[in-house]
């Protein structure tokens, strides 16, 4: 899976070249995907990886208009370290990993669980008292979702497209600094009822990283209004591909008062604490 910078390095070169060669302003699907391709190889390539990004959701129809806001931060060093923390209206979540070690924590209950795992899978216990074997990562985002956030896995931002063009290049603000990016459009199809619109999303990607520093996307509409479709905001704060990620960022550490239970959904919630 981690075949070193060779590849990424590789793809980023032909992409230049490519792109150095475009005719105008007008792209086709071929020279996006190109684009595409790049960053995936740089996600997928990746020795390590550390990002944060604030989330927006925004919903418009008749008669009613709201946002929400949440935040992330998801940092891996293959094959088997992660940390991820979500931050949401609804509630928030840590998950650490240092490889043999996985905790699990609930700040608003202050209830953890530390399991020993195999280095890239992890059992837990969903709340129809089965266990489940998931990859660790596939896993952390799963919980991500499961308190509405998405976080997303640029390594396959190239697969399955059923469209996808340069919209602009454009410089955008990042960490006080103005970043040339290309402004591309994708277009999925739709997993739901044909009667769905396409899946699209919108990337800013950073024409020298080829990373992707903002991402858009409309999700399915809820409920009967066809209009009533929220609308998602990925905004990258921080981005760091290939840099040092100390230790003990994988090692946790129980806040005072929580209290470690061997699963939340279980009957017995007895458990001690630190």
């Given amino acids: 899976m981690w075949e070193g910078v060779s590849e990424m390095s590789n793809a980023i070169l032909a992409a230049l070249f490519v792109l150095s060669h475009l005719p105008g302003p007008q792209r086709d699907a071929d020279q996006a995907a190109s684009i595409l391709n790049t960053v995936a190889a740089v996600y997928r390539t ?7 990004a604030n989330v927006t959701a925004e919903v418009k129809s008749s008669g009613f208009e709201g946002k ?4 992330f931060v998801w940092a891996v060093v293959p094959p088997a370290r992660i940390r991820m923390e979500v931050k949401s209206m609804m509630m928030e979540v840590v998950i650490v990993s240092d490889g043999p070690n996985f905790w699990q924590y609930m700040p608003q209950s202050k209830q953890y669980t530390k399991k020993h795992s195999e280095a890239a899978t992890i059992t837990s216990r969903g709340i129809d008292s089965r266990d489940y074997i998931s990859a660790k990562d596939e896993y952390a985002r799963m919980m991500a979702v499961a308190v509405g956030v998405r976080i997303p896995n640029f390594e396959d931002i190239a697969n399955g497209l059923k469209e ?3 919209l602009s290049e454009e410089a955008l603000e990042f960490n006080g600094s103005s970043v040339d990016c290309y402004v591309i459009e994708t277009v999925h199809d739709s997993s739901a009822a044909a009667k769905d619109p396409p899946f ?6 950073d024409k020298t990283r080829f990373v992707v520093l903002r991402e858009t996307h409309t999700s399915m509409r809820v409920g009967p209004d066809p209009d009533m479709a929220p609308g998602f905001t990925t905004t990258f704060t921080t981005v760091k ?12 550490v129980p806040p005072s008062g929580a209290t470690e ?4 959904y279980g009957k017995d919630q007895a458990g001690k604490k630190r």
């Fill in 68 to 71: 929400m806001h949440s935040s």
């Fill in 200 to 205: 699209r999303q919108t990337y800013w990607i």
């Fill in 241 to 252: 591909i290939n840099e040092p990620i100390t230790d003990d960022l994988f090692v946790f």
């Fill in 261 to 264: 239970v061997k699963d939340f």
């Fill in 164 to 166: 996808a063009r340069i």
């Fill in 46 to 52: 990746a020795r390590s990886c550390y990002l944060e």
